[in-house]
C-alpha cells in the first residue's frame, strides 16, 4: 500500500446475534480486505458452537483473523491482543487500504483503536489471594469487595465477569489505589483511521433471534461440546454463557430446561451490557442489519474526506 494513503479500520460492533458476521463478510468482500475478529470468545478453536464462530463456508469466502487461534488453556488478555492485533494489522495495511475489524468484545476493539491504560502490573502474592477469595465465595465476594474498594468502577464494570472484577481488585489491594484511577481513557496515537460502526436490532427482535440461536447451537451439537470440555470447566475462557449454565446442568444442579432457560436470558443480559458499552463512544454510527449500501457509503465518504 502505497504510503501516501491514508489508511482505514472499518469496526464493525454490536450485540451478539445482530448480524455481525454477515455483514463483515459482505464488507469485507466489497473492499477486497480481510477480517480481524474482536471477539474474545471465538478466539478458542474448542468453543466453535457456543460461541457461534464462523462456519468452515463462511472462512472460506474471507481471510478471517484471530478465529479459533487458542486453546482454552493458553492464558490470554487484552493486553497481548492489542500487541497482536497492532502487528497483523500493520502487515494487512501494505496490501489493503481499509480492514475491517469486528466482534462483540467492546474492549478489545477500544484496545485495537484507541489503546489500553497502563494499569499496574500486581504479584503472584495478591493474585492468589484473589484467586482464594473467588474460589471460597464465589462471585459474590469479588463484587462485594470491589464495590468497598472502588466504588467508583463497580458502578461500571461487568458485575457478571469474574476476570474484569479479580483485575481491578488485584490493583487496588497492590498499590492502595482504585483501579479507575489509573483509567485515564488516553487515546494513544494510531496510523490508521477508525470508521466507527455498529449493528442494531429492535429489542423484540433481538430476543427473538437470540433464542433461535440458542436452539440452533443445541442441534448443532452444544451439549457435547461443552460435555467435552467439562474437565476444564474453572479455566476463565470458558467463564461463558452458554458453557456454565450447561455445567450445572452435567453438575446434576440443574434440569436441561432450566438450563436452556438460563442460556437466553443470560444472553439477553449479555448482548444489553454490550450494547451499554458502545453506546458510551459517541463515535458509532448505528445502522440495522439490513443496512450494506448505507455502511458503505459512510465508508466511502470518510475514506474521501
Known amino acids: 500500500m502505497a504510503s501516501d494513503k491514508p489508511l482505514f479500520v472499518l469496526v464493525l460492533a454490536g450485540p451478539t446475534a445482530s448480524g455481525k458476521t454477515s455483514m463483515a463478510i459482505r464488507l469485507a468482500r466489497h473492499y477486497r480486505t480481510e477480517i480481524v475478529s474482536a471477539d474474545s470468545r471465538q478466539f478458542y478453536r474448542e468453543m466453535r458452537i457456543g460461541t457461534a464462530a464462523p462456519t468452515a463456508e463462511e472462512l472460506k469466502s474471507v481471510p478471517h483473523h484471530f478465529i479459533s487461534h487458542l486453546t482454552v488453556a493458553e492464558p490470554y488478555d487484552v493486553a497481548r491482543y492489542e500487541t497482536e492485533a497492532l502487528a497483523l494489522m500493520s502487515k494487512l495495511h501494505e496490501k489493503h487500504q481499509l480492514v475491517v475489524l469486528t466482534g462483540g468484545s467492546g474492549l478489545y476493539i477500544d484496545a485495537v483503536c484507541m489503546g489500553l491504560d497502563n494499569i499496574p502490573e500486581t504479584s503472584a502474592e495478591v493474585r492468589n489471594k484473589v484467586n482464594a477469595l473467588f474460589h471460597q465465595q464465589g462471585l459474590e465476594g469479588l463484587q462485594h469487595m470491589l464495590s468497598q474498594l472502588d466504588p467508583a468502577y463497580y458502578k461500571v464494570v461487568d458485575k457478571r465477569n469474574p476476570r474484569r472484577l479479580q483485575r481491578a481488585i488485584e490493583v487496588c489491594l497492590q498499590t492502595g489505589n482504585p483501579y479507575s484511577f489509573y483509567r485515564k481513557r488516553l487515546v494513544q496515537p494510531r496510523p490508521f483511521k477508525v470508521i466507527w460502526t455498529a449493528l442494531e ?46 455445567f450445572r446442568y452435567l453438575d446434576k444442579t440443574s434440569r436441561l430446561e432450566e438450563a436452556i432457560s438460563e442460556i437466553k436470558v443470560n444472553t439477553r443480559q449479555y448482548a444489553k451490557r454490550q450494547m451499554t458499552w458502545f453506546r458510551k463512544n459517541k463515535q458509532y454510527q448505528w445502522f440495522d442489519s439490513l443496512a450494506f449500501d448505507r455502511i458503505v457509503a459512510v465508508a466511502d465518504q470518510q475514506m474521501k474526506s
Do not use: K
Open 201 to 246: 436490532v429492535e429489542r423484540v427482535v433481538l430476543i427473538n433471534r437470540i433464542n433461535m440461536r440458542v436452539e440452533h447451537m443445541l442441534s448443532l451439537g452444544l451439549l457435547d461440546e461443552v460435555r467435552s470440555l467439562y474437565p476444564y470447566r474453572h479455566l476463565n475462557a470458558l467463564n461463558t454463557v452458554g458453557y456454565q449454565e450447561l
